[in-house]
T-cell receptor, first 114, second 114 residues
């Protein structure tokens, strides 16, 4: 396994449309994180899964956002009724366990809302 | 609310010179991370610092942590062009709810000129 993968890498959508991103963590990593990064800023934490359980959501995650990790492996992040302010890089990261500390980031999905 | 401040935010330096990037954070932390990000790329883990006085070195980069001062430094020795990138520090707190979301600084955009 070469690392965390994300699909698609780029997405252009019109305002009001729904989009869904996928993240495949490193095999056997039970912790999965979603972050959002806007231009010139550091990533901001969105949500976190341990196995299939979503344990925390940031207040940045409005009710238009939903994330799932149904079988404790890959995860999806859906944005409904996209707005221009949703344009950002969406990063996924995974780690083996809390003791493993290091979180490995995927290449990201760049979303542009027009 | 946890705040993480990096300085400088932008740094242009010549090859062969030494410099230090500073990361201050506002509350007691469990762990401190340094990441590197190249333009259009994802984040690469550099260091994880776990305790007061921790020092880690990899090549021309050395990171240290002073938990009493809530300060971490990333020192660059004899800089080379390949180190040009944006460097982020990130702080992790065990919220008790199981979340291990990182809070990132805004990043230091480093340009190393020949």
């Amino acid at each position: 396994d070469t690392g965390v993968s994300q699909d698609p890498r780029h997405k252009i959508t019109k305002r009001g449309q729904n989009v869904t991103f996928r993240c495949d963590p490193i095999s056997e990593h039970n912790r999965l994180y979603w972050y959002r990064q806007t231009l010139g800023q550091g990533p901001e934490f969105l949500t976190y899964f341990q196995n299939e359980a979503q344990l925390e959501k940031s207040r940045l995650l409005s009710d238009r956002f939903s994330a799932e990790r149904p079988k404790g492996s890959f995860s999806t992040l859906e944005i409904q009724r996209t707005e221009q302010g949703d344009s950002a890089m969406y990063l996924c990261a995974s780690s083996l366990s809390r003791l493993a500390f290091v979180k490995y980031f995927g290449p990201g999905t760049r979303l542009t809302v027009t | 609310e946890l705040k993480v401040e990096q300085n400088p935010l932008f740094l242009s330096m010549q090859e062969g010179k030494n410099y230090t990037i500073y990361c201050n954070y506002s509350t007691t932390s469990d762990r401190l991370y340094w990441y590197r990000q190249d333009p259009g790329k994802s984040l690469e883990s550099l260091f994880v610092l776990l305790s007061n006085g921790a020092v880690k070195q990899e090549g021309r980069l050395m990171a240290s942590l002073d938990t009493k001062a809530r300060l971490s430094t990333l020192h660059i020795t004899a800089a080379v062009h390949d180190l040009s990138a944006t460097y982020f520090c990130a702080v992790e707190i065990n919220s008790g709810g199981g979340a291990d979301g990182l809070t990132f600084g805004k990043g230091t955009h480093l340009i190393i000129q020949p």
